[in-house]
C-alpha cells in the first residue's frame, strides 16, 4: 500500500513559476516510479512527467518539456514538479501517482498506468 499526498498548487500568472510536492509513504515506496498527471476540464487525464524508482530515469510529455523539471528526494519520500513559463493551457488539476517500476524507466506512468493516485491540487494560470 502507498500513501500519496500533493500540495503546491495555486493561481499564478502567465509566464510564473510554481512548484509542486507529491509526499509518498508505504512500505513499496521504493519499487515505485512516480508521475505528474493533470486533467482540464472537459478533457482526459494525460501523463505530464515520471521519475523511476531510483531516479535514474526522468521523462516529459512534449507539451511541458524545457519548461517543467521533475526531482525526487528518497530520504524524504517526497518528489517535486517545478513549473516555470507557466501558460494557460496548463491550467488543470495536478495529481501523483505510482506504479511498480521494476526496469526504472518509466514506461509503465508513460502508458498512463498507476497503482495509487492521489487526490491533486489545482494549478490555475490566469491574468
Request: charged letters at 20%; proline letters at 5%; one cysteine or more.
Amino acid at each position: 500500500q502507498l500513501q500519496i499526498v500533493e500540495s503546491g498548487g495555486g493561481l499564478v500568472q502567465p509566464g510564473g513559476s510554481l512548484r509542486l510536492s507529491c509526499a509518498y509513504s508505504g512500505s513499496s515506496a521504493g519499487y515505485n516510479a512516480i508521475g505528474w498527471f493533470r486533467q482540464a476540464p472537459g478533457k482526459e487525464r494525460e501523463w505530464v512527467s515520471c521519475i523511476s524508482p531510483r531516479a535514474i530515469t526522468t521523462k516529459y510529455a512534449d507539451s511541458v518539456k524545457g519548461r517543467f523539471t521533475i526531482s525526487r528526494d528518497g530520504a524524504r519520500g517526497t518528489v517535486y514538479l517545478q513549473m516555470n513559463s507557466l501558460e494557460p493551457e496548463d491550467t488543470a488539476v495536478y495529481s501523483c501517482g505510482a506504479h511498480r517500476d521494476p526496469s526504472d524507466t518509466c514506461a509503465p506512468i508513460m502508458r498512463g498506468w498507476y497503482d495509487y493516485l492521489g487526490q491533486g491540487t489545482q494549478v490555475t494560470v490566469a491574468s
